[in-house]
């Protein structure tokens, strides 16, 4: 195959990241923390208007430290989205604690607030309430927040925002991660912006923050020589990596407004096509930044589906995804609790993801438009 690969979501540097990582190279600030470090925290500070910031090795991390801060103990419960990836799962594993999972509502496909509140009430019968409530914004699109947190406010359980995917959407003008007791970013390499790896945990409380770079660096006490009263972890975010960060942070809304725009264009290529729907903004409250374009196939008498359109879309190099599959249909967490409607499997089997990268270039669009209309338009005539 001679086609270059048209990826589904690949890093897109700026050009601002060299002056940084030059800098710490100049004042040999290699050394894990620096400049950088605190640049990139102020930077995500005043970008999400939120008092504290601690920019760690990785979203997974952020969420790791965020459940600990929360108190998240050996068999506590944790209520968790159901459709997301497994990083959110696994940082609840990694504190001995029982994920809960909770289902989606089609308006979002994030967590469902009528599931929540039947989920809460369930534990708390069984005896067991909730810990803490972890909300999921999936594929840049953000969750029912006033529904969801008005539950958690009602049964007293913190929330923790798993912002993945979400910098810099918002709801109702207020940034993804800001709502909750903590929230998470990840800079992973697919993501709107890329420090390579990476993420953060933020808060409006400072304590959190103070105790999460304690935590995050073995935590270390305060004596001349190496002393530790309690397990500590290497999860803080190098000085250079953080500098790819503080350049990528100059053109993250330039990159949100290319992958709206990206997804406005397949959204008029596939106007036509009557089987297939988009995840949207559900109301003028919602501003997603549309991380990633997905789509769902509706039953139609062409026998188009999911898996044919992504293995042709393969075939021509295209890479695409199905959505999420669920984490209480996971072989590795399918014993724990779940209280499921039925959508988010069915959007795993009907539902896939678009390239929406925001350094994607004409050739890329012409190729894309050319498979998805070869594919789908002659069933349509």
Known sequence: ?????????SPHMSGHEQKFIQQAFDENWIAPLGPNVDGLEDDIEAYNSIDHCAVLC?????????LILLGVKQEDEVLC??????????????CNAVPVFVDSEKDTWNMCPEMLRAAIEDRIKKGKKPKVCIIVHLYGMPSKMDELMAICEEYEIPVLEDSAEALGAEYKGQKMGTFGELGIYSFNGNKIISTSGGGAL??????????AKFLSTQARDKAPHYQHSVIGYNYRMSNIVAGIGRG????????IEKRRNINKWYRELLSSIDYITFLEEPSED???TFWLTCIYFNKNDQ????????????????????????MHM??????FPAYVNGFSEDLFVNGLCLPSGSNMTEEHFDRIQSSLLGLLSPVTA
């Open 1 to 9: 195959m001679n086609k270059p690969r048209i990826y589904l979501s």
């Open 286 to 288: 919602f501003f997603s």
């Open 202 to 211: 933020v808060s409006k409380n400072q304590e959190h923050i103070e105790r």
């Open 81 to 94: 989205s159901t459709f997301t990836f497994s990083a959110t799962v696994n940082a609840i594993r990694y």
């Open 248 to 255: 990528q942070m100059i053109v993250l809304d330039k990159w």
């Open 330 to 335: 996971q072989p590795v967490f399918k014993d």
């Open 303 to 326: 026998g188009v589906d999911r898996e044919m359109v992504r293995l042709k879309l393969l075939e021509q190099n295209i890479e695409s995804r199905p959505l999420w599959k669920p």
């Open 58 to 66: 990785s979203g997974t991390a952020a969420i790791h430290i965020g």
